[in-house]
């Protein structure tokens, strides 16, 4: 399949900052406009990628949002996708072709969710629910009176409504306040006004002096009896080294035996992930997954170019480039508080070096950004190859267990 698109995608939060799905859409080379045909190719690309004939959905209880056309409410890539996990976004003009309406209330009975765009909520009428599960909103902090009668009434409908786009944390606030039940923006990206710089929590500081450890090539039997200070912390280890993907075959008990088994890269990469789950900071869940999703997309961009070694090191690049953000400390302290290699420190700081542009690559995918191929090019990357890693990457995500 040629491709000349990128995907890009953006979170949707429920109003606890949770990810319930993405919107994703295409990017287009050359700043060009996407065609019907390229919103239908999406569709096909997506099905084919993250639904596994064996395994089903890879991408759990997540929701996609997909911008579509009346031509596409027919194309068999629909029926490759899961319907529960499916939301079709159509224009409000759209739905007035009695055609397109009839589709939409087919697939609607079929499971597949509608979402209204660029619809008047005060005449709609209350037939909404028949044709549509979202419908869009365009908060706006202007005349919150008036609009929090416009949400109520729809609040009395089966419709959901989406908050877009969502700027400001006091917007996100007033949003959910109101009712709204999902927010797409990059607010997960911008620390919170009032949160109290918290820094390390005792997990994370454990965390840290064991990574250290890791990379200074201590002895089993040290990492052990610091693993042992924090009983979460080692039933988690054993939980993992026992889960059916690890497949050892026999139950392990002991922590010596534990990180015997897993070995010190990926003990490393696993104590990586753990850092960022053991924020304890308002917005985490959101920026814990954008970390994981990130540091995953970096490692598999540069998995053919770098060899697998430098692949463990782009994967902590793309981790720890949130890592600011997670502890509520600017990145030169958190640099400080760890040794990590130049060349990740220096994509960290400036995403420069060896590995900065494929986390550089990796950001640009979550931000609809028109850097997206111009870094691919320069890496040598094609645009199939970055859509394929993106969504493996965000399948991968979903599964990590900590």
């Known amino acids: 399949m040629h491709q000349t698109n990128f995907i ?3 979170p949707l939060l429920d109003p606890k900052q949770r990810v319930i799905g993405y919107e994703l859409s295409w990017k287009h080379d050359e700043d060009q406009p996407v065609t019907d045909a390229d919103l239908e190719s999406l569709i096909g690309f997506v099905a084919e990628n993250v639904n596994d004939e064996e395994t089903g959905w890879l ?3 997540k929701i996609l949002f997909l911008d579509a056309v009346p031509d596409m409410l027919s194309t068999d890539a629909l029926y490759s996708m899961p319907p529960e996990r499916t939301v079709l976004t159509l224009k409000a003009a759209d739905m007035a072709d009695p055609d397109t309406l009839a589709a939409v209330q087919g697939l609607r009975a079929g499971g597949v969710g509608i979402s209204v765009r660029d619809g008047d909520l005060a005449h709609l009428g209350k037939n909404l629910g028949i ?4 419908i869009e909103v365009r908060f706006s902090g202007a005349d919150v009176a008036a609009q929090a009668r416009t949400y109520a009434a729809v609040k009395q409908s089966t419709v959901r409504m989406v908050g877009r786009p969502v700027t400001t944390w006091a917007d996100f606030d007033a949003c959910a306040a109101l ?3 999902a927010f797409v923006g990059k607010l997960h990206l911008t620390p919170r006004p009032g949160t109290p710089v918290k820094g390390m929590n005792p997990a994370q500081t454990i965390i840290l002096q064991l990574m250290q450890m890791v990379t200074a090539n201590e002895d089993i039997p040290k990492i052990e009896s610091v693993l042992k200070r924090d009983p979460a912390l080692s039933y988690k280890l054993l939980r993992f080294i026992n889960s059916a993907g690890f497949g050892s075959g026999r139950e392990i008990q002991s922590l010596r035996q534990a990180i015997t088994l897993l070995g010190y890269a990926p003990l490393y990469r696993w104590l990586t992930l753990l850092l960022a789950t053991a924020s304890t900071s308002g917005y985490s869940p959101v920026l814990m997954e954008t970390a994981v999703v990130r ?3 970096a490692e ?6 770098l060899d ?7 994967f902590v690049a793309g981790m720890f480039s949130l890592l600011d953000r997670l502890l509520g400390l600017p ?4 640099l400080d508080t760890i040794q990590l290699p130049d060349e990740v420190v220096r994509a960290l700081l400036t995403r420069g070096g060896m590995y900065g542009p494929y986390l550089a690559l990796a950001e640009a995918c979550e931000l609809n950004s028109n850097l997206v191929a111009g870094l691919a090019k320069s890496l040598g990357i094609s645009p199939l190859e970055v859509n394929k890693a993106h969504l493996s990457a965000l399948a991968w995500a979903q599964n990590v267990t900590t």
């Not at 990145?331 to 958190?334: G, I, L, N, S, T």
């Open 295 to 297: 540091g995953r997309l």
């Open 59 to 61: 991408l759990r209880d």
């Open 179 to 181: 009712g709204l039940d």
């Open 331 to 334: 990145m030169r302290d958190v």
């Open 131 to 134: 044709s549509a599960s979202y």
């Open 300 to 305: 598999l961009l540069g998995a053919k170019a």
């Open 8 to 10: 890009v995608r953006e």
């Open 308 to 314: 697998r070694g430098e692949g463990e090191n782009l």
